[in-house]
């Protein structure tokens, strides 16, 4: 890591060098607004589109997956993809990634870590999010599998964010800090903790219902099998 304490830039460590930075010229307030309106509209459009939901909570769990399919697949590619030119470039999700940047520094600075989960997550679970849509809407037999596996992967991503900046002391951010570590790097990170986790429960269970009643049936057709067997010979 190269550092140069003549660089003024908001991110931590503080004599971290970022080469090209180009400070926002769109405030906080803005970026803030417009990204929870953005993140509103698609939890609603996706609740719209989860009207055939068998539950409340099922219509809920689609249009959480509508949320991350859209996050994944916007904001999270977007990163993917330019994450080199973040520091310098001023435009709206380039300077959303330098407000987040203010909580961990990894995000403007190309960190091959962050880069990896990200650009994972965008390319693989975003797509996923939405095949998972569809599928609960379809009673596709593949849904909860496929929900275990995206879950698991949001959950690995985010433990695997977490783990590393701790091992790393919390060096890229005010650690401590009410907004920029409680509210946007532990809150904001924690629902995709909670939520997945809560998700592979609930479809380990119903897999296991599943894999229950077809060992029974299973059970019953051989015994069934068995004496029919049985009565043949006897004749």
């Excluded at 009673?139 to 701790?166: C, D, K």
Aim: with cysteine; charged share 20%.
């Amino acid at each position: 890591m190269v550092k140069n304490s003549s660089i003024i830039h908001p991110f931590y460590p503080r004599d971290l060098n970022i080469p090209g930075y180009v400070p926002n010229d769109i405030e906080v307030s803005t970026i803030l607004t417009v990204s929870f309106s953005g993140f509103g509209l698609a939890f609603l459009l996706s609740w719209l589109v989860a009207r055939r939901a068998r539950s409340v909570g099922e219509r809920l769990m689609i249009a959480w997956f509508g949320l991350s399919g859209t996050i994944h697949c916007s904001i999270e590619l977007y990163f993917s993809i330019f994450h080199r030119t973040v520091a310098e470039d001023s435009s709206f999700l380039s300077q959303l990634w330098k407000e987040w940047g203010k909580a961990d520094s990894r995000y403007v600075i190309s960190d091959s870590c962050i880069v990896s989960i990200e650009s994972i997550t965008a390319w693989t679970e975003g797509p996923a999010c939405f095949l998972i849509m569809y599928a609960f809407l379809n009673n596709s037999a593949y849904r909860h599998p496929l929900r275990i596996i995206v879950s698991l992967g949001q959950l690995y991503g985010t433990i695997a964010y977490f783990m590393v900046e701790w091992l790393d002391g919390f060096t890229h951010g005010p650690f401590g800090d009410p907004f920029y570590f409680w509210f946007y790097f532990i809150s904001m990170n924690s629902f995709w903790i909670v939520i997945p986790t809560l998700l592979i429960i609930q479809s380990w269970k119903e897999l296991s219902k599943a894999q229950t009643i077809k060992d029974e049936n299973d059970m019953k057709e051989k015994e069934s099998s068995g004496r029919n067997r049985r009565t043949k010979k006897t004749r």
